[in-house]
């Protein structure tokens, strides 16, 4: 069970906007800045979005991230077969001392 | 260009120890804050173990505390992970990442406990 919560799936068809949930507390989310990370098959993570809405030079301006209280979101709109992959949020948690992920969120392109 | 590769992985019995590198080059390693982060198979990302850029202070997961040990060695350039009292739970691939927000990560080494 991880501490951020994250839909297991999502889905879109090409062209659509797509967004994806991150629910924590008030110790983590609440109080640190929230990144985003893409992953294909097979490959390491990669930096998507970084205090909670920035995006890491290369990044396409179709991600998006956004935060309010206890829970972040990230969008991706115009939505493209390239973004088939796993997302997952991650911040700092002050009460566990350590960063926590969530649990990652399978997005499908229809 | 950021590169970290990581090594040492391998099959170890459950009980044994390992000792993960990762090999940094294309930026000034002394100055990060670098982090283990490992994905057991099928599963998401789970944070190990970070150490400040000097050295002098490392954090860990509570999964691991007490039997992972994190290190780094500034003049090359190079972070360790000394895995003791390994367990079947610990089975997973595990990658270094650099920064406080894991801007850069390896392409990760596959540890397997079993017997």
């Known amino acids: 069970q991880s501490v951020l919560t994250q839909p297991p799936s999502a889905s879109g068809t090409p062209g659509q906007r797509v967004t994806i949930s991150c629910s924590g507390s008030s110790s983590n989310i609440g109080s640190n800045t929230v990144n985003w990370y893409q992953q294909f098959p097979g490959t390491a993570p990669k930096l998507l979005i970084y205090s909670n809405n920035q995006r890491p030079s290369g990044v396409p301006d179709r991600f998006s991230g956004s935060k309010s209280g206890t829970s972040a979101s990230l969008a991706i709109s115009g939505l493209q077969s390239e973004d088939e992959a796993d997302y997952y949020c991650?911040?700092?948690?002050?009460?566990?001392?350590?960063?926590?992920f969530g649990g990652g969120t399978k997005l499908t392109v229809l | 260009e950021v590169q970290l590769v990581e090594s040492g992985g391998g099959l170890i019995q459950p009980g044994g120890s390992l000792r993960l590198s990762c090999a940094a080059s294309?930026?000034?390693?002394?100055?990060?804050?670098m982090h283990w982060v490992r994905q057991a198979p099928g599963k998401g990302l789970e944070w190990v173990s970070r150490i400040i850029s000097d050295g002098s202070s490392a954090t860990y997961a509570d999964s691991v505390k007490g039997r992972f040990t994190i290190s780094r060695d500034n003049a090359k350039n190079t972070l360790y992970l000394q895995m003791d009292s390994l367990r079947a739970e610990d089975t997973a691939v595990y990658y270094c990442?650099?920064?406080?927000?894991?801007?850069?990560w390896g392409q990760g080494t596959l540890v397997t406990v079993s017997s």
């Open positions: 990442t650099r920064g406080g927000g894991h801007s850069d």
């Open positions: 294309g930026f000034t390693f002394r100055s990060y804050l």
């Open positions: 991650a911040t700092w948690s002050d009460s566990l001392n350590g960063w926590v």
